[in-house]
């Protein structure tokens, strides 16, 4: 079965976009709005949409070579301070509207992630999830450290006593690489989002 190929049509003639010139041409190519090379300079240097869009991509280019560069310079302590942030702000998502951990107070205050063990008694608990509540900050995480005596009994009643011993217990040195700490910036960042998107439904 033979199919009848479409006869492409041919252009029709526009006038050049440049005020100077208005020449009658023929485009070559779809969306070409000028008729050569020397008008395109003309237009280019006179249409302001254009200069704008130009200036646009430029700048995008450049924030994305900065981030590239940005990047690479990145030393494991920055990346483990990247996957800190994303895991605090997870935190902050999971239990938003709950009570301080420590000392129970809903008032709009600001709040944090705290850590019940710390990190620097407890590293190898800094991204463990039962370890971290969220906490008001001026009072409790800032002004009492920790406010570890209120915060022992809100943690047992929030996941009770053998969790709690748990946590109180001996722990096996983790040492994150550089790649297992970008994948968990990633991970938490996507939980984040996604606890955002439920609230927002």
């Avoid at 240097?45 to 940005?70: C, D, F, G, M, Y």
């Avoid at 000392?103 to 590293?123: E, I």
Wanted: aromatic residues 4%; glycine residues 6%.
């Amino acid at each position: 079965m033979r199919v009848a190929l479409k006869e492409k049509k041919a252009p029709r003639p526009k006038k050049c976009r440049v005020a100077e010139c208005r020449a009658s041409f023929v485009p070559q190519r779809l969306g070409q709005a000028v008729c050569s090379p020397a008008c395109a300079i003309v237009d280019a240097a006179t249409n302001k949409p254009n200069q704008e869009k130009a200036r646009k991509s430029l700048a995008q280019v450049e924030r994305r070579e900065i981030k590239v560069r940005k990047e690479k310079l990145k030393s494991r302590a920055d990346h483990l301070k990247d996957t800190q942030h994303a895991f605090n702000a997870w935190i902050r998502a999971r239990d938003a509207g709950q009570p301080c951990i420590s000392c129970g107070t809903t008032a709009d205050v600001q709040y944090c992630a705290g850590h019940y063990r710390t990190t620097a008694a407890c590293p190898e608990l800094r991204f463990e999830p039962l370890n971290v509540h969220l906490q008001c900050n001026r009072n409790c995480n800032m002004g009492k450290s920790g406010n570890l005596l209120g915060y022992r009994p809100g943690l047992i009643e929030k996941i009770g006593i053998e969790a709690v011993e748990w946590l109180e217990g001996p722990h096996e040195a983790k040492k994150y690489t550089v790649e297992q700490l970008k994948a968990m910036t990633a991970e938490y960042r996507a939980k984040t989002r996604e606890l955002k998107r439920g609230v927002a439904a």
